[in-house]
């Protein structure tokens, strides 16, 4: 009337189902009685199991078919037409051919190692029928007798431990033994007794009760040496052949069904003992229904107190937070959306115009070190904008420093011919061999690479022709200097304004736009969602890279006009000479700080010998050409002397020159030491051995001259900007630095205006529609299995939705079994009553 066990069993599968899905240590403990087959091998188990179920799908075959327990959950559904199994573990669902499921329990048992012989994982295997009743059996090995070679002693002992597990209260044995086998040296009967001492809960079944004569099994199921509460039922479960009539031995055989067999042999119905399957059926379902109804008050003090801490669990981490996969993916992509629209309040003109500007300054110094502060004639300049007065320092260093800057280093190949000539008098360089070129000319050439410091991402061979010019050591004023910088202007404002500002800016606008993208992503939630993640990234860069090539095009077409001709406001002079001046001072600030550190990284003593040699090379006249680290890599320089060599000397790499190669073969280095050139012509000196001979110090001192000279044009630059023939545009050729601020800012206005029309109200116009539509889309299907994964990616929502889920269910439990404890107490009074 309560159909007990089966809403008991349908409230097991979702225990089972919250063990499954908690990922944390603790696991529902909550036990619900099975019924536990236990016996010899071939004692008839399976024969059994399958008469109860009245399908044939367990696994034959003699050599241990049966490795792991067979959990089988019978569920009776009087309305199904076709009975079914399914394997819930394995994803089989409503598997009708019941052949099939034979053979796959049997790949399953065989996948358990020969060398483990058993396995205590379980399968699962549910049928549904409707000539069944609900029931829950397990199956497990059977007890082997004799052990032959493939099935050690060990192996009796693991079926034992196996089975004793399952022989634990609440559970309910049955203990299988055939009837041709004596009672006493049953194994079923003894694992029963130690598990179950007072024989309580075991049903005792003899099987192939037909291979006994009746009265003999109506002995042996009569029997009271070991006496079992629930008491013993007899089977046949196999159909019985018979002579037709058995006081003929002539007489011919017929074949009779197991209810055939006992009506035939009155025996059975006259001594009152229990016999036939379906005997058996009616016992399991009522021993297990009271079983269950037993085991129901604990069960439900068990899950009331698993679903209390469930609950304390959710109050304490979360705060009693509500959420569902769905709510949080839709929470995310909102915090996603919000994030890019604070993005986009916080991204405006200004910023862009910041990252420009800070670009064209960059454009600016290379342009103005490359053109202006290397120009030896700007000592002229200087002297006709500020007069000799105002500029006592400037013929002290100029002669050197237009030597220095406009090759960024000295050459370091000179300095160690006069530490050379400072230990050794007998230093000969033999004459080259046509004889034509000098020692110094040849050394000269020696010098490796481009000169320095520029990043040389504007065209250099423009500045060396804006470089060259004959009158320099003039120091009258002619109309040509007018021209010259008038020239020098022009080409410097075109080198700005053709130096790929279109491409460039919108670069670093797509640069900015990129990294805050990555910023948005890379922090949670979305940093636990590689996918989602990737998508955003992915959308983003797409949208870019579609207005990209456009935008360049539009900032390029629109500043070209500025090529030509600017109009100039006087208010924006005066802004853009203040402008000049803040770079003059930080140009100035940084020589000063890596002055600093020049002086700072080496002895004050060497380093101010060195600087005395070094000036004394460059007042000797020589052209300074080489860099310094092109020189103290002299690997670089060997391998290209190597390289040389074949070939003929006029018309390679001078350094092939033998006459002029001061650098030996062999020669190598360490950290600091620098081993000096081998004069071919002279005996082995012993520079090598020299402690003054520090490289590190050498490097110093040639970056300090640099950087001295350097300082000395800016300063004298800064003086030029700032003396009154620069309060107006009118002599814009000598203040270059404030009229190349002025273009560049109006090179940045057309610039910002167009990335910002182009491309930022683009991009922040598509980004978030399609953001939104395709994480919508991937995320909004039907099963809400992928919302879930989504939401799973994130650990802590992950164990919070378990927590959640498994609360509910838990909840789903408790009213189950208080519905069948208040129709028990109803049905209970009702009965009470009559
Ligand atoms: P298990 O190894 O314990 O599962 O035993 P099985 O169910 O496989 O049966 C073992 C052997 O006993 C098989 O050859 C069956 O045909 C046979 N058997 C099972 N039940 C009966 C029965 O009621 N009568 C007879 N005579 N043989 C049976």
């Known amino acids: 009337l309560l159909a007990l066990t089966k809403r008991l069993l349908e409230v097991q599968t979702l225990l089972k189902s919250i063990e499954n899905s908690t990922s944390a240590k603790k696991k529902v403990s909550m036990q619900l009685p099975s019924i536990v087959v236990v016996g010899s091998q071939s004692s008839g188990k399976s024969s059994v199991l399958e008469a109860i179920v009245g399908q044939e799908f367990l696994p034959k075959g003699s050599n241990m078919v049966t490795r792991r327990p067979i959990e089988l959950t019978l569920i009776h559904e009087p309305d199904l037409k076709v009975p079914y199994c399914e394997l819930p573990a394995l994803g089989l669902f409503k598997i009708t051919d019941f052949k099939s499921i034979s053979q796959t329990l049997l790949d399953l048992n065989r996948s358990v190692p020969e060398s483990e012989c058993v396995s205590d994982i379980p399968i699962e295997l549910k049928i549904h029928a409707n000539n069944i009743p609900d029931l829950r059996l397990v199956d497990l090995p059977g007890y082997i007798q004799v052990t032959n070679r493939y099935q050690p002693e060990l192996l009796k002992q693991k079926i034992r431990d196996l089975c004793d597990k399952y022989l634990q209260e609440p559970n309910i044995i049955l203990a299988v033994c055939a009837a041709d086998v004596d009672l006493a040296n049953s194994e079923a009967l003894l694992a029963s007794r130690k598990n179950d001492p007072l024989g309580l809960r075991t049903i005792g079944v003899i099987t192939k009760l037909d291979t006994l004569t009746p009265s003999q099994a109506v002995d042996v199921l009569s029997q009271k040496e070991f006496p079992l509460h629930l008491g013993y039922v007899g089977v046949v479960t196999k159909p019985v052949s018979i002579k037709s009539d058995p006081k003929n031995p002539k007489s011919g055989t017929m074949v009779l069904s197991e209810t055939q067999y006992y009506n035939r042999n009155s025996i059975f119905k006259n001594s009152r003992v229990q016999v036939s399957v379906d005997v058996l059926r009616k016992k399991l379902v009522r021993v297990l229904d009271r079983s269950m109804s037993n085991s129901l008050s604990s069960l439900i003090d068990q899950v009331q107190s698993d679903l209390e801490e469930t609950k304390y669990q959710i109050k304490v981490q979360y705060n009693d937070e509500r959420i569902t996969a769905e709510s949080y993916l839709a929470d995310s992509i909102d915090i996603l959306k ?231 406001e006087p208010h924006e002079w005066k802004l853009a000479r203040e402008s000049s001046l803040k770079i003059l001072d930080d140009q100035i600030l940084k020589c000063k700080s890596e002055i600093k550190i020049a002086k700072s990284s080496t002895p004050a003593r060497q380093l101010n010998e060195y600087i005395k040699l070094i000036n004394r090379a460059l007042e000797r006249g020589s052209t300074l050409n080489t860099v310094v680290s092109d020189i103290i890599n002299l690997k670089k320089v060997s391998e290209l002397k190597h390289e040389n060599d074949t070939i003929s000397p006029e018309t390679s790499n001078p350094i092939s020159d033998n006459s002029v190669s001061l650098l030996d073969e062999n020669s190598s280095m360490d950290e600091n030491k620098l081993e000096l050139p081998q004069p071919l012509n002279s005996k082995k000196s012993n520079y090598l051995d020299n402690p003054q001979l520090n490289v590190g110090s050498l490097v110093a001192a040639q970056s300090m001259v640099y950087l001295k000279s350097k300082m000395e044009v800016l300063q004298f630059r800064r003086q030029v900007i700032s003396s009154s023939k620069c309060l107006n545009s009118e002599n814009k050729s000598f203040c270059a630095e404030t009229f190349l601020v002025l273009l560049s800012q109006k090179l940045a206005h057309s610039a910002v205006l167009f990335i910002n029309y182009e491309l930022l109200n683009e991009f922040f116009f598509e980004m978030p529609r399609k953001m939104q539509s395709q994480l919508y889309g991937i995320y909004r299907d039907e099963t809400k299995e992928l919302a879930k994964s989504f939401a799973e990616q994130n650990p802590k929502i992950k164990v919070h939705l378990e927590l959640i889920e498994r609360k509910s269910k838990l909840e789903e439990v408790m009213e189950k079994l208080n519905n069948i404890i208040r129709e028990k107490s109803l049905l209970e009074s009702y009965s009470n009553s009559w």
């Open 338 to 568: 919000q994030r890019v629209k604070l993005f986009k309040e916080s991204f405006g003109k200004s910023q862009i115009r910041d990252e420009i500007q800070k670009y064209m300054h960059r454009k600016i110094i290379e342009i103005c070190s490359s053109l202006y502060w290397n120009d030896p004639k700007i000592e002229q300049m200087s002297e006709h904008i500020l007069g000799n007065s105002k500029t006592p320092f400037i013929s002290d260093f100029i002669d050197s420093s237009r030597r220095i800057i406009s090759d960024t280093a000295a050459n370091i190949n000179l300095v160690l011919v006069e530490l050379y000539k400072a230990n050794s008098d007998d230093i000969h360089f033999s004459p080259n061999k046509t004889g034509t070129s000098s020692n110094k000319s040849k050394l000269r050439q020696l010098s490796i690479g481009p000169s320095g410091e520029n990043d040389n991402s504007t065209n250099s061979s423009d500045y060396k022709n804006a470089n060259s010019s004959n009158y320099n050591d003039s120091r009258l004023w002619f109309p040509e200097n007018d021209i010259y910088w008038n020239h020098k202007l022009d080409r410097s404002s075109g080198l700005l304004v053709k130096s790929g500002i279109g491409r460039n800016t919108t670069r670093l606008v797509v640069d900015l736009i990129m990294n805050n993208v990555y910023e948005i992503v890379n922090t949670p939630p979305f940093s636990f969602h590689p996918d989602a993640r990737n998508l955003v990234i992915k959308i983003a860069s797409e949208v870019l890279r579609s207005k990209y090539i456009s935008t360049v095009e539009q900032v390029e077409n629109t500043i070209k006009p500025f090529k030509h001709e600017i109009e100039i």
